[in-house]
């Protein structure tokens, strides 16, 4: 079975600085989909970015980008230029390609990093 | 556009008695739907999924049921609940042959 794996609890960064946030997953597969969602304090879960793993380019999105390193199993997400908007938990999401009826057992998720922003 | 509502947003029950959670998906046809668990401070606990009317699957066995009763509803019961169904509990949904899923306000359930 796939595992996510997110070694930091908490984060802190500075207003308009950088962060980097950890990510690592266990699977036997060669082809599979990456996910980051956001949670705010709102408790909404929010889709920051995602990443094929067929694919060698890492995603980006505006300030948002990934570091993925397949052979590592490591999917870490960059934010640049830190907002005070962007403080929530964080969660590293893994899901098969694998076509099945069972779709629930294909999604997987780690146990969230919670980002303070400091003004 | 698709949007997903569910309700009651937080609701506050006493032990042993029923629960039951709504969740709709506008927007979209045959979605796959399914119901996570959140416990304070915790990660998403994945509890039931369903690809279709009448088609549930569960992932963790617990005193919780789910219906499909309609293509984009889907519903959490239980008969008696118990202290430790206290939690948020989300609804999510996906197309695309379920590559990326897209989630629900959630409820926030307390239960006394």
């Known amino acids: 079975a796939q595992t996510v794996t997110q070694s930091q609890p908490e984060m802190s960064v500075q207003e308009a600085e950088t962060v980097t946030l950890s990510c690592t997953y266990d699977?036997?597969?060669?082809?599979?989909?990456l996910f980051w969602y956001k949670q705010p304090p709102s408790r909404q879960m929010i889709l920051v970015i995602r990443?094929?793993?067929?694919?060698?380019q890492n995603a980006t999105e505006n300030r948002f980008s990934v570091n993925f390193q397949k052979a590592a199993k490591s999917f870490s997400l960059k934010i640049s230029d830190s907002q005070l908007g962007d403080a929530a938990m964080y969660f590293c999401?893994?899901?098969?390609?694998?076509?099945?009826?069972?779709?629930?057992?294909?999604?997987?998720f780690g146990p969230g990093t919670r980002l303070s922003v400091l003004p | 556009s698709q949007t997903i509502h569910q309700w009651p947003a937080t609701l506050v029950q006493p032990v042993g008695s029923p629960l039951s959670l709504e969740c709709t998906v506008e927007?979209?046809?045959?979605?796959?739907l399914y119901w996570y668990r959140q416990a304070a401070g915790r990660g998403l606990q994945l509890l039931f999924y369903?690809?279709?009317?009448?088609?549930i699957s569960s992932e963790v066995p617990q005193n919780l049921s789910a219906s499909r009763p309609q293509d984009r509803q889907f519903i959490l019961s239980s008969k008696k609940l118990l202290l430790s169904d206290s939690g948020f509990y989300l609804c999510?949904?996906?197309?695309?042959?379920?590559?990326?899923?897209?989630f629900g306000p959630g409820t926030r359930l307390t239960v006394l």
């Open positions: 927007g979209t046809s045959n979605p796959n």
């Open positions: 369903s690809v279709g009317i009448g088609q």
């Open positions: 999510a949904w996906s197309i695309d042959s379920g590559m990326v899923q897209f």
């Open positions: 990443q094929e793993a067929y694919k060698q």
């Open positions: 999401a893994y899901r098969s390609s694998q076509f099945s009826d069972n779709y629930g057992q294909n999604f997987v």
């Open positions: 699977t036997s597969e060669s082809d599979y989909y």
